[in-house]
């Protein structure tokens, strides 16, 4: 199975379970994606939802490209990247506290993953950034526009997309990107984080996040995500892009 669902206590953790591909999203990750949000959305005794990797170095890695790179025109793109990006956007508009517990590297999407959270436990160790550059595209799921959104110092945030590579634990924690950095178990590290959290009545939680939901719909979040899928899936069909592709598969290829 590609992805776990599990349900304890009033949280609920979705584990990414491709370890051997550096939990890199495939379709049948965003099948797990569109499962366990409509559970959270049907249910009332969820408080928190942890989005995860399995295994200690790989958050996510973004999205397969050994089966997306098949995808070479942007009416293909589009239809992949707007699918993750109504996932994420689904997300981020949840009515309870999202966490991502960053468990190692969360590179290209999955850096967009994580942004879109409300929060991001990283481990010492991960490294994490918007690499998409390197393949000649920008983020294509929305997390562009959610790192805006994230009260980051404006030339932080671009610097951050622009720059197109990983950062340190001691970068992400500079910029404010990281919640929390922690060392040893994630478990452990996620239980101590929402321990405060989760005494507080869920209703205070909610009210809350819905003054984010509100802020975002008025300022039309939905439609500038849709915009940034677009411009990312014309760039998809550019040469640029296909041969970015080669050259990386080629060099995977060879480890």
């Known amino acids: 199975m590609a992805y776990m669902i599990e349900h304890n206590g009033g949280i609920v953790l979705f584990t990414i379970n491709r370890e051997e591909k550096r939990n890199a999203i495939n379709d049948e990750v965003m099948h797990g994606f569109q ?18 990797g399995a295994g200690q170095q790989s958050f996510c890695s973004g999205g397969d490209l050994s089966v997306f790179h098949a995808l070479t025109t942007e009416d293909e793109a589009f239809h992949m990247l707007s699918k993750m990006g109504h996932i994420l956007y689904d997300l981020a508009t949840l009515p309870i506290p999202t966490i991502a517990l960053v468990n190692g590297a969360a590179v290209g999407g999955g850096c967009e993953i994580a942004t879109a959270c409300d929060f991001r436990l990283v481990a010492n160790h991960a490294k994490c950034g ?14 562009g526009t959610y790192l805006l959104e994230r009260g980051l110092r404006y030339d932080d945030s671009l610097k951050m997309l622009m720059d197109a590579k990983p950062y340190s ?21 996620l239980e101590m984080f929402i321990q405060q959290l989760s005494s507080i009545h869920p209703s205070v939680q909610t009210a809350y996040k819905e003054i984010v939901l509100r802020k975002w719909k ?12 677009k411009t990312c899936a014309r760039l998809w069909e550019s040469e640029a892009h296909h041969e970015a592709v080669q050259q990386f598969l080629t060099k995977k290829k060879g480890e």
């Open 35 to 52: 499962e366990v949000l409509t559970y959270i959305r049907q249910r009332q005794d969820v408080q928190f939802l942890v989005i995860t």
């Open 130 to 143: 918007f690499i998409q550059g390197t393949l000649a595209i920008t983020s294509g799921w929305g997390g």
């Open 169 to 189: 634990t001691e970068k992400l924690r500079e910029i404010g990107w990281a919640t929390h950095i922690f060392e040893g178990e994630s478990m452990a590290a």
């Open 218 to 229: 008025e300022h039309h979040l939905y439609e500038r995500i849709m915009e940034e899928i």
